[in-house]
């Protein structure tokens, strides 16, 4: 089955600077990446995806890049606020297969 | 309100007394799934459901059962739950397995 990494498993980042968050993927068939937001206490939350036919997309302030050749996508979040503070997980999905992979999260923390 | 409805929130319980975890959509999803979430090892998925009475296993299904005899509903069945077994769970629902999911919000089991 498809093998989901996800780097760095924490980040700090002074508020108003960028974070980015990498993702790597094995199975070529793979082509939908959603990104999650998880609050304490809260179940994780969709704040953005990507498919396989688009190289990156933009909502605001975050976007997601998404290299196929290379199988890794990246979320990027610029003009970070405290309210960013959360997990984020990346996750792999496609018709090859019939399951979701998450990846092992990554615990950003935006310093004010 | 769309929303993925998770009972109970909480729950403590002991070695081999059989437990069910409700899990209930109202947006007329296909898919969805339960998933363990466990520190360092992100979200693992338990079963997951393409439809009524279609589901299959994941990647962790040792222990539990579940059932899809409605489609809003798939509860998750702890048969005779084990210490190991005390993690936080998802339940989650999705379109189909390329768009993103809605979680619920969470039962944290412990077993005893």
């Known amino acids: 089955g498809e093998n989901v990494e996800q780097h760095p498993s924490t980040l700090s980042v002074q508020e108003g600077d960028s974070a980015v968050i990498k993702c790597t993927y094995s199975d070529s068939a793979s082509n939908y990446f959603p990104w999650y937001k998880q609050e304490l206490g809260k179940g994780p939350q969709l704040i953005i995806d990507i498919r396989s036919n688009v190289g990156e997309k933009k909502d605001q302030r975050i976007a997601v890049t998404l290299n196929k050749t290379a199988k890794h996508f990246s979320l990027h979040i610029t003009e970070t606020q405290p309210e960013d503070s959360a997990v984020y997980f990346c996750?792999?999905?496609?018709?090859?297969?019939?399951?979701?992979?998450f990846g092992t999260g990554t615990s950003l923390t935006v310093i004010p | 309100e769309a929303q993925v409805t998770q009972n109970p929130r909480y729950l403590i319980t002991v070695t081999g007394k059989k437990l069910t975890v409700t899990c209930s959509q109202n947006?007329?999803?296909?898919?969805m799934s339960w998933y363990r979430q466990d520190p360092g090892l992100g979200l693992r998925q338990i079963y997951y459901s393409m439809n009524v009475e279609v589901t299959d296993k994941g990647d962790v299904p040792e222990g539990y059962k579940v059932s899809r005899k409605e489609k809003r509903n798939f509860p998750l069945i702890l048969e005779s739950p084990s210490p190991n077994q005390t993690s936080l769970y998802f339940c989650a629902s999705a379109p189909s397995r390329v768009y993103g999911y809605t979680f619920g919000s969470g039962t944290r089991l412990t077993v005893v």
């Open positions: 947006m007329n999803h296909e898919y």
């Open positions: 996750a792999a999905s496609g018709f090859a297969g019939n399951q979701f992979y």
